[in-house]
Nanobody, 123 residues
Framework: QVQLVESGGGLVQPGGSRRLSCAASGRTSSNYAMGWFRQAPGKEREFVAGISGDGYRTYYADSVKGRFTISRDTAKNTVYLKMNSLKREDTAVYYC????????????????WGQGTQVTVSS
């Protein structure tokens, strides 16, 4: 079993930046692909970014490409999502997810999920 705990959410002004962290514990593996998803009020959960098990391949939703960066620190069992140029439409609960495979998928076919962290973009 793998436990995921997100942190770093909060209130940020439009145009600002925020870094989310996802700490993994339990039966972790550097071969797990990791993903970030988000769910805004009244909307379905959507893929935001993913990183392969070896950390060499990253994937992004078109809506965040060029603004968000996903990375992982294998030694710390932590995955990050750096968010720049935030927009009001980025407001959502952000979830970290892990997959029993080194390959990223953009669907919700992940095996482990965190509890989520709220990001609110507002002036």
């Amino acid at each position: 079993q793998v436990q995921l705990v997100e942190s770093g959410g909060g209130l940020v002004q439009p145009g600002g930046s925020r870094r989310l962290s996802c700490a993994a514990s339990g039966r972790t593996s550097s071969n797990y692909a990791m993903g970030w998803f988000r769910q805004a009020p009244g909307k379905e959960r959507e893929f935001v970014a993913g990183i392969s098990g070896d950390g060499y391949r990253t994937y992004y939703a078109d809506s965040v490409k060029g603004r968000f960066t996903i990375s992982r620190d294998t030694a710390k069992n932590t995955v990050y999502l750096k968010m720049n140029s935030l927009k009001r439409e980025d407001t959502a609960v952000y979830y970290c997810a892990a997959r029993n495979s080194p390959i990223v998928v953009t669907t919700d076919k992940y095996d482990y999920w965190g509890q989520g962290t709220q990001v609110t973009v507002s002036s």
